[in-house]
């Protein structure tokens, strides 16, 4: 019985340990673009994931933006406009495209 008793002091006083300092969580902030047609990504792309999903493809062909937003879309059930998808297209194009249409 002691020894339980004493297993689970030592087991619960290092749930009680003290951290010394400040603990500092790192912010990243990604580069975004502003550009034409940026409010209309930020308000229907950041709603689910960050920038980083967009940054971490690097530039690439209209074709795969324009599949990527489907994806979202169909895959994911992200609530975009055709209206707006074009817009998000064009402004992803514009400022990550590696200048091919395909
Ligand atoms: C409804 C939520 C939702 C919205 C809105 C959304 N996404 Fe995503 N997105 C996801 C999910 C879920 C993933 C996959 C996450 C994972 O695999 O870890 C993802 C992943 C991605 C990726 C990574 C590549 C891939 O194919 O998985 C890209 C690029 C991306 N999203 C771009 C966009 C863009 C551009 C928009 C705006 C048009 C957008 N997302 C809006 C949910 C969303």
Redesign the pocket.
Known sequence: MKKIILGSLIVASSLFAQVKGDIEVPYIPYQIKMGKGFDT?QA??????SFG??L??GPQPRKF?RE??H???H??????TKKD?KI?EDY?YANYGNGKEK
């Open positions: 990504v229907n792309c950041l709603m689910c994931h999903y967009i971490n493809q933006w990527k937003i994806k979202m879309i895959a994911f059930g992200a609530p975009i998808a998000i992803l």
